[in-house]
Antibody, heavy 122, light 108 residues
Framework: EVQLVQSGAEVKKPGESLRISCKAS????????ITWVRQLPGKGLEWMGR????????NYSPSFQGHVTISADQSTSTAYLQWSSLKASDSAMYFC???????????????WGQGTLVTVSS | EIVLTQSPGTLSLSPGERATLSCRTS???????LAWYQQKPGQAPRLLLY???SRATGIPDRFSGSGSGTDFTLTISRLEPEDFAVYYC?????????FGQGTKVEIK
């Protein structure tokens, strides 16, 4: 069974760093893109970027480029989303998701993590 | 960036009724790269349709999609109680991937 299990909720202060995780199981981790999606409180979905866990090839949305870093660890089948300096405006729910087809194909996302709530407040 | 505009913002209907949701893109896209997702409160989105009209695994046939170019439609033929949720269209053919702002289908 394909599963993406995300790390738990975080409460941080502005300026702090943070890394959240998305652990994949039930499929070949290196064969599918992992993407990250932000959802601000009460708002819609925003694509942040994606990684090919096989070769760590990255694509970022211009809206998030330079503010977050996406990475992946093949040895633990885990993808990461990290911030070096959080802002209050980063408070949101963050989802990871898997592409429905392999990394050589263009496809939507069929499996999703449960979400990680990040709260940034002084 | 391709902008997706969904209408209406909210659809108030009763169980058993037909729901028609619209998604318009700022430029023509291949229907191959248009998806619809459903999201319920406190849950992750769920893929409903891809390629504009193909149902994802396990999606009941009351959900259907159509459209081409810049105009796409999600139709729920007879609303079941579990269908009341927010629906998002998404294009995944160009970067950045973009979503519509969502249509909330609520119980009338």
């Amino acid at each position: 069974e394909v599963q993406l299990v995300q790390s738990g909720a975080e409460v941080k202060k502005p300026g702090e760093s943070l890394r959240i995780s998305c652990k994949a199981s039930g499929y070949s981790f290196t064969a599918y893109w992992i993407t990250w999606v932000r959802q601000l409180p009460g708002k819609g979905l925003e694509w942040m970027g994606r990684i090919d866990p096989g070769d760590s090839h990255l694509n970022y949305s211009p809206s998030f480029q330079g503010h977050v870093t996406i990475s992946a660890d093949q040895s633990t089948s885990t993808a990461y989303l990290q911030w070096s300096s959080l802002k209050a405006s980063d408070s949101a729910m963050y989802f990871c998701a898997r592409s429905s087809l392999g990394t050589t194909m263009v496809s939507p996302w069929d499996y999703w993590g449960q979400g990680t709530l990040v709260t940034v407040s002084s | 960036e391709i902008v997706l505009t969904q209408s209406p913002g909210t659809l108030s209907l009763s169980p058993g009724e037909r729901a028609t949701l619209s998604c318009r893109t700022s430029q023509s896209i291949r229907s191959t790269y248009l998806a619809w997702y459903q999201q319920k409160p406190g849950q992750a989105p769920r893929l409903l349709l891809y390629g504009a009209s193909s149902r994802a695994t396990g999606i009941p046939d009351r959900f259907s999609g159509s459209g081409s170019g810049t105009d796409f439609t999600l139709t729920i033929s007879r609303l079941e109680p579990e269908d009341f949720a927010v629906y998002y269209c998404q294009q995944y053919g160009s970067s950045p991937r973009t979503f519509g702002q969502g249509t909330k289908v609520e119980i009338k």
